[in-house]
């Protein structure tokens, strides 16, 4: 590479950083809870608002499938949701009973929304 290619490909990846940390920020400060899962529902991303309203750290439920936020048989559904995301289509916010640490059922208004990446997929 000469060292105009290299210079601008540095200065694309710092602008992505950049665009990453600012969004990290955002998610971590926010009031609403927010969790990123894989299109399989593996917890990836768990911010602190999430934190306080199920009871659980982010380390607690990395790596676990989403499932262990509802009540038993919830499963069925949240597959479900995943299937519709994945397949293009949308899913309008809705009521959905949460199990939360201390095993308390609370009510929430949830929303989903499919991340994609350069090519369109679902991620």
């Known amino acids: 590479m000469t060292g105009d290619v290299l210079a601008e490909v540095r200065a694309a990846l710092n602008q992505a950083l950049d665009r990453e940390a600012r969004l990290a920020t955002i998610i971590a400060t926010l009031p609403e809870a927010i969790y990123i899962t894989s299109v399989e529902g593996t917890i990836q991303t768990w911010n602190p608002a999430a934190q306080k ?3 659980y750290r982010h380390d607690e439920v990395e790596g676990l499938h989403v499932s ?23 899913v309008n916010d809705f009521e959905a009973i949460h199990v939360t ?20 997929n679902v991620t």
């Open 53 to 55: 309203l199920f009871g």
């Open 68 to 90: 262990i936020l509802g009540p038993s048989g919830s499963g069925k559904r949240v597959r479900s949701i995943l299937a519709t995301l994945v397949a293009g289509g949308q």
């Open 101 to 120: 640490s201390s095993g308390a059922q609370i009510t929430t208004r949830d929303s989903v929304a499919p991340i994609r990446d350069v090519a369109g």
